[in-house]
């Protein structure tokens, strides 16, 4: 092993390090490159970095990132998600675990308009959980459905996981968008499947919503509430996606239509206000800011982990796995999800995946196809226990009598069903490539 592939290590082992002393991950990012790029090669290696710095700003894909987060922003500000949670969960309420499948198919909505799953899992939790609590639901089942609910976000596009994929594996943003929408609902799917047959084994941990609570509200009233509500922001959606994926509209044209189609709606509503487009501006300023400072920080970390044959280390590792290319998927899967418990989302992707991608490039591996186990397998860093976000943000909205072991342990099915889908996507690859592969992408 050469001196500048020790420097590399240790470069990683600094990097990790600084991450658990809770360094912020760009300053952690900037610090470990430009300190062992220095020691690598002194000053030279970074003579190329005002020029990789510039490409990643002038890069035209990443207006999308604030136009989809005011968007989202917006229709979170607008206050819709709780009129839709009140009528889905009186619509399904006559069900066992109804009240569980309304916060899923609620998710799903939510995790298509607002993407943001701090956003999404603290509306659920403030809006949801203490009526979970109050009609008998278990503690754990109620904390799992609405942290694994408000993460579904990361997948059904458009998500910002889906726009830095693009980024790094240089895919479409409409070939993601495609290829993330069947997996997405497969998700959540399972996890209403896995509610229903709770609910029919344990009608105990998911009671149905009482009988005269129901007959208080007219069926035809409940109706016509949900397509009022539901609607506007359904249609947003389909169109944005739906111009997306047929072609129609490039990623940042679409996200500026869905932007003011955010406003018209939440102004329709009669929810529009300047207190909400302020607050709606200065969240998305500090999104967009956050994202964009991790990733120029993440050039320098990049250029000087290359410069140190970091990636001939990497390779070198690879040949050392037994099994093949499975094998090679299946151990960066596993880190992946490793990695899920200590570190965002947004770490991961920048560190694990440009480090692997050039060995699956060499083995012809189908980058679309494995974009989407990379999608899924993240979406267990935000609920992987101890350090799973999605945990951190119920926490702070939780009432009083919900343990944090509650939540730990109501979480740990939906990780599961997680590991599960992982699986699907890996052994029904089509799953994945059907819909970018009949529209042509």
């Known amino acids: 092993m050469s001196g500048d592939e020790i420097l590399a290590l240790l470069m990683l082992g600094a990097f990790f390090g600084m991450l658990m002393a809770g360094v912020p991950v760009a300053i952690t990012l900037a610090t470990a490159g430009f300190v062992f790029g220095f020691l690598g090669f002194g000053t030279s290696l970074f003579n190329l ?76 939790g403030l809006l949801t959980l203490p009526t979970l609590l109050r009609r008998g639901y278990d503690r754990g089942l109620a904390c799992g459905a609405i942290c694994a609910s408000g993460t579904l976000g990361q997948i059904i596009p458009p998500s910002l996981i889906l726009i830095l994929l693009s980024d790094i594996l240089q895919l479409s943003v409409g070939t993601l968008f495609a290829a993330a929408l069947v997996p997405g609902l497969v998700l959540a799917a399972i996890y209403c499947t896995y509610v229903l047959v709770l609910g029919l084994v344990r009608p105990d941990m998911a009671p149905a919503v009482p009988r005269a609570e129901r007959a208080a509200m007219p069926r035809a009233t409940l109706w016509l509430r949900f397509f009022r509500v539901a609607l506007p922001p359904l249609l947003l959606v389909l169109s944005v996606l739906g111009s997306i994926i047929a072609g129609v509209a490039a990623p940042t044209e679409a996200a500026s239509m869905g932007a003011l189609g955010a406003i018209v709606v939440t102004a329709i509503a009669g929810r529009m206000s300047f207190r909400v487009l302020r607050e709606t501006v200065q969240a998305t300023t500090r999104i967009t800011a956050m994202v964009m400072f991790i990733l120029i920080c ?43 418990f200590f570190i ?17 490039l060499q083995q012809d591996v189908n980058v679309v196809w494995l974009a ?57 690859p089509q799953l994945a490539l059907w819909l970018p592969g009949a529209i042509g992408w």
Do not use: K
């Open 372 to 428: 989407m186990l990379i999608c899924v397998n993240l979406q267990t860093s935000f609920l992987t226990p101890p350090f799973g976000w999605a945990l951190f943000f119920l926490r702070g909205v939780a009432p009083p009598e919900v343990r944090t072991r509650d939540i730990y342990v109501g979480v740990l099915p939906f990780v599961a069903m997680q590991v599960v889908a992982v699986a699907m996507v890996f052994f029904f």
């Open 344 to 360: 965002e989302w947004i770490e991961i992707s920048y560190i694990a995946v440009p480090l692997f991608l050039p060995v699956f």
């Open 298 to 340: 993440a050039q320098v970390f990049a250029l000087a982990f290359r410069g140190l044959r970091g990636e001939d280390l990497i390779h070198d590792l690879f040949e050392f796995l037994p099994g093949g290319v499975n094998a090679d998927i299946w151990f960066l899967m596993l880190l992946i999800f490793v990695l899920g």
């Open 49 to 124: 970095l005002p020029a990789r710095i510039f490409g990643v700003v002038a890069n035209y894909q990443w207006l999308a990132i604030p136009l989809f987060v005011f968007m989202g922003v917006m229709l979170e500000r607008s206050r819709l998600a709780e009129d839709l949670l009140d009528v889905v969960g009186h619509l399904a309420g006559g069900l066992r675990g109804g009240m569980a499948l309304g916060i899923i198919a609620v998710g799903v909505l939510m995790g298509a308009t607002t993407g943001i799953v701090g956003a999404t899992v603290v509306t659920l």
